[in-house]
């Protein structure tokens, strides 16, 4: 058969950096049994192409989890804390991450996390255990500290810096990425959304900063409608 077997493959390329080939043989000879003695074929780089296939599949993820955040954000039949439920598992999932919602009590001055999700139910059990037996207070821990003075907290690497000065973490929540970001309304700070990538996860990219800051602005004016109404 002459047929052409075309095939990619992800390689090394000499200077270090991993490229993407494209490769094409077919058959040019066989012995007196079939087999086959020699091919010929040719290879090109489709790296350019991979990451524009890469990029377009990466927009339309983007597309729909924007989609999905606006739709459960402006969905008139849920109460408030449904839709903060719904919208810390939709972030967890698209992120990958421990997605907390956390809403400062005025009259009490007590952090209060509304909701929080992560996709892993033995991660949440512990999360639930930690937050179930400590009040944290305006100013207290990070979450205060975010909600107290308004500035984004961000560790990119957080997970090193545990393991130089070790805590009394869970393994299963050791935290390798952090953003915490104030959710800021007309005229103060309303609270805080959190997101944990843990060990063994990625770093947050820029772009995915990107998305988290530009969704808290969002979840900021959601919950001051919510408290006005």
Not at 190 to 201: A, I
Request: aromatic share 6%; hydrophobic share 40%; with cysteine.
């Amino acid at each position: 058969s002459t047929e052409a077997h075309p095939s990619v493959h992800r390689i090394r390329h000499a200077k270090g950096h991993w490229i993407w080939l494209q490769t094409v043989e077919r058959v040019f000879e066989r012995d007196s049994n079939g087999q086959v003695i020699q091919t010929i074929g040719f290879a090109r780089d489709v790296t350019e192409f991979h990451r524009s296939e890469e990029i377009l599949v990466e927009a339309l993820m983007i597309n729909d989890f924007l989609l999905n955040t606006s739709r459960i954000l402006s969905d008139p039949t849920a109460d408030y804390q449904t839709v903060l439920k719904r919208l810390a598992a939709t972030v967890a999932q698209h992120f990958n991450v421990v997605c907390d919602i956390s809403i400062l009590n005025e009259r009490t001055g007590e952090v209060e996390p509304e909701a929080f999700h992560h996709t892993d139910k033995e991660v949440v059990k512990v999360l639930k255990s930690i937050f179930s037996s400590k009040k944290v207070m305006k100013g207290e821990g990070l979450v205060g500290k975010v909600i107290d003075t308004g500035e984004e907290i961000l560790m990119l690497d957080m997970a090193e810096e545990i393991k130089k000065n070790p805590r009394d973490v869970s393994p299963l929540i050791i935290p390798r990425s952090i953003i915490y970001r104030p959710l800021i309304g007309s005229d103060r700070v309303l609270g805080s959304l959190n997101l944990t990538r843990l060990e063994g996860q990625p770093i947050f990219s820029q772009e995915e900063l990107k998305r988290i800051r530009e969704l808290a602005n969002h979840v900021s004016l959601f919950i001051e409608n919510a408290i006005l109404r």
